[in-house]
């Protein structure tokens, strides 16, 4: 048998890692197509397990260690949660636009101060006039432009009902993932060794699931508190169309822009409706700007909270991952960066080379 060159035995070697290393691509390639339709659902499922892992460790304790049943109990609940105001937004919406549609939604008059406000009050004061006065003329003279609108508010509402499905399919999978969540831990931490090293793998999870909690509750928590908070006041100074301005004070906190652009408007018309006394409206103006900067208060304490990175590194994170991933995208931001400053910082800390013994000779001379 004739023996093979060096070259040959090379070049073949060579040959076999490429179409090993191709076919290997290629897998990993097709298997991604094929769990790619559900990678934002299983990645806000994960969101979710590891955001209420603390909460369902100690339900499972008071219920004897069951695992599944804390789960199944915690996905009933939140269902409920969830399901609930969405159901009453959705019919108070429905009533109010059926209201509108008939004529019977009925206009506060508006106070005569409103016309001298500079550049806008006279036309803000005779629209506003008319439609306390003549509704229905008011939408046949503006049905071109409330066409395009009640389109997009359709669009949004349509928008709106497939991301409830799929966060209440999401949650669903999620309360499956916590009741399997001790050998998914085990299963990540050898995922993680093999990564990294035993030494720092359970430091990159411990720290990945704290980011993900301290952004959740101070982003999404503190959204969902103010919310709930300017909705009640709002509801009880009888401000129309309470229930979707609290829908869009929770969307402008997750996405960090103030939530006085929707309580002015509100104040303003507490003091220009001439439904409120003045001290009605002075408690409701100090209870709604006291609301407007809940956030203020609430954010630094909470979205720093067990995190081995600082408050702004996190906060960062958030914003940037929000801005090129959307909402989920604000979790998955915050965890990389945080865990590319403490790889940073892991460095910087590190010893520097000791000197050789030719650098410890004294000069000679």
């Excluded at 432009?145 to 497939?162: F, N, R, V």
């Excluded at 995922?191 to 430091?203: E, N, Q, S, T, V």
């Excluded at 004070?249 to 960090?256: D, N, P, Y």
């Excluded at 906060?315 to 929000?322: C, D, N, V």
Aim: hydrophobic share 55%.
């Amino acid at each position: 048998m004739t023996p093979i060159p060096p070259e040959q035995q090379l070049r073949n070697a060579v040959l076999e890692a490429l179409i090993k290393g191709g076919l290997l691509l290629l897998l990993v390639y097709v298997c991604y197509r094929i769990f790619s339709p559900f990678l934002a659902l299983m990645l806000w499922a994960l969101v979710m397990a590891i955001t209420l892992h603390p909460s369902h460790q100690k339900l499972s304790r008071r219920l004897g260690g069951k695992q599944g049943l804390a789960a199944t109990l915690m996905v009933l609940l939140g269902v409920l949660l969830l399901l609930v105001p969405s159901a009453l937004l959705v019919g108070s919406m429905a009533d109010t636009l059926k209201d509108v549609a008939t004529g019977q939604w009925q206009v506060p008059t508006p106070s005569a101060k409103v016309a001298d406000w500079p550049w806008v009050g006279d036309k803000l004061y005779a629209v506003w006039q008319q439609a306390a006065t003549d509704l229905p003329s008011l939408l046949q003279q503006k049905a071109p432009e409330l066409g395009s609108i009640l389109k997009t508010l359709l669009s949004t509402a349509a928008s709106m009902g497939g991301s409830l499905l799929s966060f209440l399919l999401s949650f669903v999978i999620a309360g499956i993932m916590l009741a399997f969540s001790a050998p998914g831990a085990a299963a990540m931490g050898r995922i993680a060794d093999r990564l990294l090293d035993p030494i720092r793998g359970p430091g990159f999870i411990q720290l990945s699931s704290r980011t993900i909690q301290a952004v959740a509750m101070g982003i999404l928590g503190v959204a969902v508190i103010q919310a709930l908070l300017i909705g009640l006041l709002m509801m009880l100074a009888g401000v129309p169309l309470a229930g979707l301005l609290a829908l869009l004070v929770l969307i402008f906190g997750i996405a960090q822009i103030p939530a006085s652009l929707v309580t002015i408007p509100v104040i303003l018309w507490l003091w220009m409706g001439g439904e409120h006394g003045t001290l009605s409206a002075v408690i409701f103006t100090v209870l709604l700007v006291v609301g407007g900067m809940v956030d203020n208060v609430l954010k630094p304490m909470m979205l720093g909270r067990g995190v081995e990175a600082p408050m702004p590194v996190v906060l960062l994170g958030a914003l940037g991952g929000m801005v090129n991933g959307g909402i989920l995208g604000m979790f998955l931001g915050a965890t990389l960066l945080a865990m590319g400053y403490q790889l940073f910082m892991s460095w910087v800390q590190q010893p520097a080379t000791a000197p050789t013994q030719a650098d410890e000779l004294p000069p000679q001379g």
